[in-house]
């Protein structure tokens, strides 16, 4: 069952570039910056209230996040709803007929674990589910 809002997530090419805006448009730095080898991208993370505003780019050109920009250009990626059992739920959400991208969660920045839901599944929306783990870092 969905808890919250975790984080919405922005694909951009130039995470650094893209930073500089974010810093002036929030009146602070990011929270917290991470290399996801597991996503092969690099995450830019601000704290905003409870939830996070993740400024995610490539760092490979066959990440999901680079297949993205060239399909659809730099904006909205994804939205991360936390949940207390991401294997739990992602068995609840198969029954129910979502599509999911894996069979097994993955690892998020911060050290979550992660799952997405195909978009074909929520009328285009990418969805994450994200699951905190005892003692990881906080994005």
């Known amino acids: 069952?969905?808890?919250k809002i975790h984080h919405l997530g922005i694909a951009v090419s130039d995470a650094a570039e893209v930073e500089k805006v974010f810093t002036l448009l929030l009146?602070?730095?990011p929270d917290h910056?991470?290399?996801?080898?597991?996503?092969?991208?690099?995450a830019v993370c601000y704290r905003v209230g409870e939830s996070i505003?993740?400024?995610?780019?490539?760092?490979?050109?066959?990440?999901?996040?680079?297949?993205?920009?060239?399909?659809?250009?730099?904006?909205?990626h994804h939205v991360a709803?936390?949940?207390?059992d991401i294997v739990a739920e992602m068995e609840r959400l198969r029954k129910a007929g979502f599509q999911l991208v894996s069979d097994t969660p993955g690892t998020g920045a911060g050290g979550v674990l992660v799952a997405f839901?195909?978009?074909r599944s929520t009328r285009g929306v990418l969805v994450e589910l994200v699951q905190p783990v005892r003692d990881a870092k906080a994005p």
């Open 27 to 29: 009146g602070a730095p």
């Open 1 to 3: 069952m969905a808890k």
């Open 33 to 42: 910056t991470e290399d996801v080898p597991a996503q092969k991208a690099r």
């Open 53 to 76: 505003l993740e400024l995610t780019s490539p760092m490979s050109d066959d990440s999901t996040v680079a297949k993205f920009l060239s399909k659809r250009g730099e904006g909205l």
């Open 81 to 84: 709803i936390e949940v207390d």
């Open 117 to 119: 839901i195909h978009p």
